[in-house]
């Protein structure tokens, strides 16, 4: 049964878990118009550190594509804290 399940489910890498997850959630948290209370600050806090940890981990990787992923990670984590602070202080 889990053979099954797992080949029915080939189709899905957990390379790409941070582009379904934390992306959407990232972007979708800097475009919203609310105020920035503490459950969105702490939502977006984790997003940063989620996609800077993928980053690292997939940076530190033998194959090219990891590597390519872990750089896009990483660059994304670092625009969102950016653009996150500049709009949190303006």
Do not use: C
Not at 31 to 53: A, E
């Amino acid at each position: 049964m889990f053979k099954k399940i797992r080949e029915s489910l080939s189709f899905i890498n957990p390379l790409y878990i941070p582009l379904f997850s934390a992306v959407p959630v990232g972007v979708w948290l800097l475009l919203g118009n609310d105020n920035w209370q503490s459950t969105y600050l702490s939502l977006y806090i984790l997003v940063i550190m989620f996609l800077i940890f993928t980053g690292a981990v997939e940076i530190s990787s033998e194959e090219g594509k990891h590597q390519i992923l872990g750089y896009i990670y990483m660059t994304f984590g670092l625009l969102l804290s950016v653009v996150g602070l500049i709009r949190w202080l303006f």
